[in-house]
Every structure is written in C-alpha cells, then in structure tokens.
C-alpha cells in the first residue's frame, strides 16, 4: 500500500492532513501516533475509504484504491473501528458471519465451515451463541476481530483498538495481533495512543503533528526523548529492563521563584 501526497482538509475547519506519503510493507505491523488533532483518525478514514482526499493518491497493488468496489476492496482491506455498533441481540455468529459478505449475497447461506476455524483460532467457539451484549469488552472486541477476519483480508485496519480495555485485555489483544502478524501474514495498520504498545508491537511508527508526518521509521528511531518533546510536549526517558525497553514519562521540572 502507498500513499502519495494525500491532503484532506475538513470544510470550514483548520484541520485535516497534508502531503502525507508512506508506504505500508506486505507482512508488518505498523502504528500511528500522534496527540490529539494530528489527523491519525482523518488517515484511518481515508484509508478505510471513508472519507476522499482532495489531492493524493492511496494505492493497493499499484492501482487507486477508488478503482475498487466496494466488495473489492473489502476483500482486501478489513476494517476494525474504535467505536462498533451493536445491532439489537445478535450473537456472536451471526455477526462474524457478517464477514462474509463481501464474497455473496445477505440472502446467501453463511459458510460456517470457513467461520468456524477463526472462532478457534481466537478461542470464541464457546461463546458463538451468545448476544454481545453479554460479553466483556475484550471479547466483544475479539468477535469483531473474528468477523474482519472473515473477510479473508490482506491489510487489517485498527482504530484504537485497545482504548476501552481494562490492561489485562490491552495486553493479551495486542499479543494476538502480533500472533496474526507473525502466522497469518496480515499487514496490520493501527492507530495507537499508548507509546510503549507502539514501542513493542510494531515495526514501524508514523508519527503526525498537524496533519503532516514528523517522523517515520523503526521505533527506535521515531520514539526517542526528543521527538516526544517535540510532539507531546512530554519529558521522557527510554528504561531497559529485562522485559526490554520502555518509555518513561518523567515529571516536568520546574524552577522555584
């Protein structure tokens, strides 16, 4: 996936993203970050198609992505939103067989033999007969997962998928993500508001300021001291421990009168 110079700018609104250009190599898992009123959600719209640039391009295997239908693309792309609506009582099959659409019709009968390998996968094969409703959020957040991968994709697209969770479920959902990265291949694009999960699981961090891209790189080379001043106005310090490295808010000095 390559974007090339894309802009959007919200109407009558001072905010939006500009030139943006980056490429999203087969097989990693890349973050976005950035404080709030970068334009991380503006890109995770723009590139779940939700919203169309002014200028610029997004190509999937070298073609715009507007070329694709929207069975087409949703093939290819699967999206995961920070924000999922609940519709009515629905259990947890019914709404991963939902993934299924964009290869036939609502009418068509569901291919639970294709669904069933996926519940297993992300151990939700005891709870397929239970309403949503009913369940905590890391699984409810695990059963949309199940129905992005129902749509057999190549790219998975997550919008804070972490957000709601408590950290014990923070930690084992981006473990998963990791596992479908590391066994599936899936090239997977989030957006995240906690620097250490972007320090860990990803392989690459685009970090936005103002709707432009102040850094990309490895995490190393994009999540140091400097660029977090710079960016989130913080003072930081990079830990390592056994468990590896972790970032360190410190507390701001201040200069007695």
Request: negative net charge.
């Amino acid at each position: 996936m390559q974007v090339k110079q894309l802009t959007y700018a919200y109407p009558n609104q001072n905010r939006g993203v500009t030139q943006l250009t980056f490429a999203i190599n087969p097989g990693t898992m890349t973050a976005i970050i950035g404080p709030n009123g970068s334009g991380k959600s503006t890109l995770f719209k723009l590139l779940a198609r939700e919203l169309q640039p002014d200028s610029g391009t997004i190509e999937l295997e070298q073609q715009p992505i507007t070329h694709f239908s929207a069975k087409e693309y949703a093939r290819k792309v699967a999206v995961v939103h920070q924000h999922n609506q609940l519709y009515d009582d629905i259990s947890v099959l019914d709404l991963v067989r939902f993934g299924q659409l964009p290869y036939h019709s609502l009418l068509a009968e569901p291919d639970d033999a294709q669904i069933k390998p996926i519940l297993d996968y992300l151990e939700l094969t005891a709870l397929q007969q239970q309403s949503m409703n009913q369940l905590s959020g890391g699984q409810q957040q695990r059963v949309w997962l199940a129905m992005a991968l129902a749509q057999q994709p190549e790219y998975l697209l997550l919008d804070e998928p972490t957000t709601y969770l408590d950290l014990h479920f923070q930690a084992s959902f981006m473990e998963l993500l990791a596992k479908l990265n590391r066994e599936l291949h899936l090239t997977i694009v989030m957006i995240l508001h906690d620097l250490n999960q972007a320090l860990h699981f990803s392989q690459r961090v685009i970090m936005l300021a103002d709707g432009r891209i102040v850094a990309g790189g490895t995490p190393e080379t994009v999540l140091t001291p400097p660029h977090l001043q710079d960016v989130f106005r913080i003072n930081t310090e990079l830990v390592t421990t056994k468990q590896g490295q972790f970032i360190v808010q410190l507390p701001t000095t201040t200069t007695a009168d």
